[in-house]
């Protein structure tokens, strides 16, 4: 894991990223394109966080693969 969501200030919000990085693989994560209702609501996260999240574990996932 990287910078990206270590640097997540949000305790909700950085947990769901290192949920996303460790349960799934960049493609997987890459076809996350819009936020999921059912993910929102077990996080207790709004649509940002849940973007924020996803966004933070691909950045991670493409730092870590070069």
Known sequence: ??????????????AFAEACY??????DLREMTEADETDMAEWKIDANQ??????AAIAD???DAE
């Not at 849940?50 to 966004?55: E, G, L, S, Y």
């Open 22 to 27: 460790d349960t799934n693989d960049l493609n």
């Open 1 to 14: 894991m990287n910078n990206a969501i270590r640097s997540i200030a949000d305790d909700k919000t950085r």
């Open 61 to 63: 996932m493409e730092a």
């Open 50 to 55: 849940w973007r924020t999240a996803v966004n």
